[in-house]
């Protein structure tokens, strides 16, 4: 059986109102409601330029713990409250893990969330906007809702998972960190970090969803990229990478661009996984 984009659900947003391109972005620079976040796992790209009017949120310091584990709901909102949003605001990604932005966000039900449809370095190429001033934020006192549980994973779901016949854990990091040769994707160690995969899971790099200028190919295409793995349209499906954001990109492919219905995020991922001493690990 071979995977097939299921049909568009309208509970599921045009690409448009998720996309946007470089173009409507400077367009709508003096909205006030507009705020424009550039996720990274360093502050070193951010601090050499960024786009005018960005804040940095960085993926380490800001999303995860010192033990690699998701930061917790207050954290989150005070990382909101001091980027100036508020429940009105339109939030625009862009940057090395803008899904992992735009995953979190809906993860709190913001309703208005959007990712740039090209890399920062297209952007600069282009001559558009660019800087290296650090915005000031008016503080707000936003309330994130609750989480929407429908779309996180965490290590317990996957553990249950394991073997699963309804279930696919899809495993979107490159082939020596799934077959345990690296830990990190760079190579790098993790002192007590365990390399491997979690049992079960199917493996698939999903570089290719994204063409030279970091924009996101068709739906035919990215369904192309699907196709070599066994997805059938009724399994649940829980997506992990290293540290959420890879497999926040697979979960924004999916159910935003080709419509498919029970897609999850492990954000923990296999920074978490691996770290643990009780969670089971296979390489090869």
Known sequence: MTFRATATMPSVPARSDVLVSPQWLEEHFGDPSLRLIEVDVSPAPYETGHIEGAVLWNVYQDFKDTEYRP?????????????GIDEDSTIVLYGLAPAMGFWLMKLYRHTDVRILDAARDTWRREGRPWTTTVPSQVVTAYALPDEDHSIRAECFDVERSIGHPSHTLLDVRSDLEYRGERFWP????????????????????????????????????????????????????????????????????LHYLLGRQHVRVYDGSWAEWGLMTSTPVESG
């Open 71 to 83: 930061a917790d709901k207050a954290t989150i909102e005070h990382l909101v409250r001091r980027s």
């Open 186 to 253: 760079s190579g790098g160690e993790q002192v007590g970090g365990r390399a491997g995969h979690v049992p079960c899971a199917v493996n698939l790099s999903i570089e290719t969803v994204l063409d030279e200028r970091g924009s996101y190919r068709s739906p035919a295409e990215i369904q192309r990229v699907f196709a070599s793995i066994d997805l059938p349209d009724d399994q649940e499906v829980t997506c992990y990478c290293t540290i959420g954001g890879r497999a926040s990109t697979a979960w924004f492919a």
